[in-house]
């Protein structure tokens, strides 16, 4: 296994973003943060947006969408060609029938877990879904502090995906950079979000590389 490194363009120059693109193409996936302003308090773009993001990029977008009623949005997004799309399981009753059908649409179906939600009754649908996306801070905002309490859940969807020999990526989002990015692949997990901490730097794809770097270490510790 080796880590994935997607960076997340909630960070970058929202009139620029395909200069931006050129400046992180050593990324394995592009983050693309959807934001309605009702399931979080914060407001980005939407799908004709994301559907002409992916036609300037030949990297795979990794769309998640902090939005209400995925049932109604996230085909349109799978539908736009993207590699992966991620709805919130607190944004829907029906996390099964989402998955099912962005996948028909032909994108790889992504769950995504608040701070605050229990993953165990995630675990026992983990075979639905090809990514669990485990928020390590509160979503709607870059640049916050990795939450500690969310990294048990990491711990506990890595035993699961191994036991069952699961192709599901776990993917932790919010908070990651070069100070903890080894600990949190150590934990389990193999898909890194980072945004302030990729964005920041003035060699952005030489960061990705170290990021790259510390997360393939912390996966080569595991026990
Ligand atoms: C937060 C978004 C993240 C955000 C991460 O709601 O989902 O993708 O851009 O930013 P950093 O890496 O700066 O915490
Ligand atoms: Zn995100």
Redesign the pocket.
Known sequence: MSARINP?I??ADFVNFERDFASIAGADLI?V?V?DNHF?P?LTFGQPMVARMQQVTPLPLDV?L?IENPERWAVGYAEAGVFSVTFHAEATENPIEVARNIRAAGARAGVALKPGTDVDPYLEMLAEFDQLLI?T????????SLIEHTLAKVTKARRKIDQEALDVWLQV?????EGNIERVAQLGADTF??????FKATDRDAQIQRLRNLANAGISHRH
Do not use: K, R, T
């Not at 801070?137 to 916050?144: A, H, K, L, R, Y």
């Not at 989002?173 to 950079?177: F, K, L, R, S, Y």
């Not at 979000?193 to 990729?198: Q, T």
């Open positions: 997340s909630l960070s983050h943060d934001m979080v914060n998640h902090m928020m801070v509160e979503p709607g905002f870059g640049g916050q989002d919010g908070g990651i950079d979000v980072a945004g302030s901490a990729v």
